[in-house]
């Protein structure tokens, strides 16, 4: 349990939280063993794969994307407060290294 900038370890809080996870990757394993799972799960699968080709002067509107995130991490530092800045380096650094 995360107290300001400490940290709590509660091991009983963690062992429910595991043996949550558990009880339900196995309850979705033994559903997809079965008719309802099986054509539930068929329903994602489809045939027409393919790839969609644009012409070569296509522009997505998705390249201001990258400018306004640069722009907004440039900003960030002056209006946020320093426990907000710190959450959000912590959240960055659990994205980038694949945990999220």
Do not use: H
């Not at 640069?70 to 407060?81: E, K």
């Not at 650094?93 to 694949?98: D, E, H, S």
């Amino acid at each position: 349990m995360l107290d300001g900038y400490s940290f709590n370890f509660e091991g009983q809080r963690l062992i429910w939280i595991i043996a949550a996870v558990m009880i339900g990757r196995f309850a979705l394993s033994a559903m997809a063993t079965t008719a309802i799972g099986r054509r539930f799960t068929s329903r994602f699968e489809s045939d027409n794969a393919g790839v969609y080709v644009r012409a070569p002067d296509y522009k997505s509107r998705m390249r201001w994307i990258i400018p306004l995130v640069v722009a907004l991490a440039v900003c960030f530092p002056f209006v946020a407060t320093k426990y907000v800045l710190t959450v959000a380096i912590l959240g960055l650094i659990y994205v980038l290294l694949g945990w999220g």
